[in-house]
């Protein structure tokens, strides 16, 4: 009886297994073909713009277009794409509507062409998770398995944007939850991030991968300066997170028709950029690579990204956050770097990883995607300044959809399975018996002697 039990529970899981194999492939293909068509038309549409000097004076015109498409055809693509389909995820079983998935790569391709300053990352995995749950309702699948291909999508969408696959099927399962991996979902995540990323690089898109050349040898003093770092780049998640709340509540109070916030924004952002420089615009990949080869960046670079994105994905502006988050964390980087005499090109790659797990608090992908674009040897001090970047951020992020699954210390009193914007609402209070009551006995002790 229990040998015939155990036959049996073999074979389940064998088709199980079959099962998610075909499924996160098919997943990965059709994320991959469209992946593709998002990114050819993206360059597409950056090519022709660049063409003219002053592009961005149609930015008004841009986050009017990507507002009001938004607003009557897809709700559901408004901001940048990942956080909502975190929230589809937890909310509504991961169904999506359709239309999300045009919607989307249009307002994205127009906002980013025309200057906004929005990321590639989450349209993609937006797109693929739109799919994903098409997909799903046309197979029947039950709430559980829908998720589940949604997840994927996700996955997908990640690996095939930025050309790592392994970091992309980790970040899929990862950034639902601070603190909380879906295991479950990991072989189909995994399967889907590389079918995307092979059906992309087969349709001629290409990545950018640099591995480092130079890696010091370790010593505790270098070690140290990468735990500050670490230190640096929470801080600078922490106050981008700020300055897109701020941002957003702002475009709370000002109480008129949407669109006409996209016409408000651009107007913004134009102004921004004669006062600044258009260097902030868009994605900022030339000034990523610049930093990542060891140039100066301005000092406030990574500040003045922060504001420029803000107000784009606040004011109409569609697309994601990580490019962003990479230009910041690469400027950050190169800011440390300088203060402290370090090696430019290293920091400002260690940085971009830090603030993708400081903001988005994933460190395990943040860790993983360091390996990918720069090589192993810079491994160990990335995942070391991306896990003290994800504590330092706190318990908030650049996603609220997210569900708190760990206290990031035992001396904070927090509840967790709450969604991240609604924990910014408690009190957090520190456990008097741990800090506070050690300090006042130790100074009752001083006192004493």
Not at 54 to 82: D, I, M, N, R
Not at 160 to 183: C, H, K, N, R, S
Not at 240 to 267: A, C, H, R
Not at 406 to 424: A, D, P, Q, T
Request: charged letters at 15%.
């Amino acid at each position: 009886m229990i040998m015939k039990r155990k036959v049996l529970e073999g074979s389940v899981l064998i088709i199980s297994i079959i099962k998610w194999l075909l499924l996160a492939s098919c997943i990965g293909i059709i994320v991959g073909l469209s992946t593709s068509i998002f990114l050819k038309l993206l360059d597409l549409g950056i090519g022709i713009a660049s063409e003219y000097t002053y592009y961005f004076l149609l930015l008004p015109v841009a986050l009017f277009l990507s507002s009001f498409a938004v607003k009557y055809f897809a709700p559901e693509a408004e901001g940048h794409g990942t956080e909502k389909v975190i929230e589809a995820v937890h909310k509504r079983s991961g169904k999506i509507n359709p239309l999300v998935v045009p919607i989307k790569l249009v307002a994205t391709v127009i906002t980013i062409a025309l200057g906004g300053s929005a990321g590639k990352e989450g349209p993609c995995a937006q797109i693929g998770a739109g799919l994903s749950s098409t997909l799903s309702d046309i197979l029947k699948f039950d709430d559980r398995d829908r998720k589940k291909l949604v997840i994927c999508g996700i996955s997908a969408g990640f690996a095939t944007v930025f050309g790592t696959p392994i970091a992309g099927a980790i970040f899929g399962v990862e950034v639902l939850f601070v603190g909380g991996l879906l295991y479950e979902v990991l072989l189909p995540s995994f399967v889907a991030g590389i079918v995307g990323y092979q059906v992309s690089s087969a349709l001629g898109i290409t990545y950018f991968h640099q591995p480092l050349n130079f890696i010091p040898i370790f010593s505790s003093f270098f070690f140290i300066k990468v735990c500050l770092s670490g230190l640096f780049f929470g801080l600078c998640s922490f106050l981008f997170i700020e300055i897109l709340k701020s941002v957003e509540t702002l475009s709370d109070k000002i109480n008129i028709w949407q669109p006409y916030k996209g016409i408000t924004g651009g107007v913004v952002l134009i102004v921004l950029t004669f006062l600044v420089s258009p260097q902030y615009l868009g994605l900022g990949l030339d000034t990523i690579k610049y930093a990542l080869e060891g140039g100066k960046i301005f000092i406030l670079a990574f500040l003045f990204k922060m504001i420029f994105t803000a107000v784009t994905l606040n004011f109409g502006g569609s697309g994601g956050i990580v490019t962003p988050i990479f230009f910041i964390g690469a400027a950050s980087g190169n800011l440390f770097g300088r203060l402290l005499g370090l090696d430019l090109s290293l920091f400002s790659a260690i940085g971009m990883v830090s603030l993708l797990a400081g903001a988005a608090n994933t460190p395990i992908s943040a860790s993983i995607m360091a390996v990918e674009l720069f090589g192993p040897a810079v491994a160990p001090y990335a995942a070391v300044a991306c896990v003290i970047s994800f504590l330092m951020t706190g318990h908030r992020s650049v996603y609220p959809s997210q569900v708190l699954e760990i206290v990031k210390s035992s001396s904070i009193s927090v509840e967790r399975g709450r969604e991240m914007e609604n924990i910014e609402n408690v009190s957090l209070e520190l456990r008097s018996k741990s800090i506070i009551g050690n300090i006042a006995k130790g100074l009752e002790k001083f006192k004493k002697r």
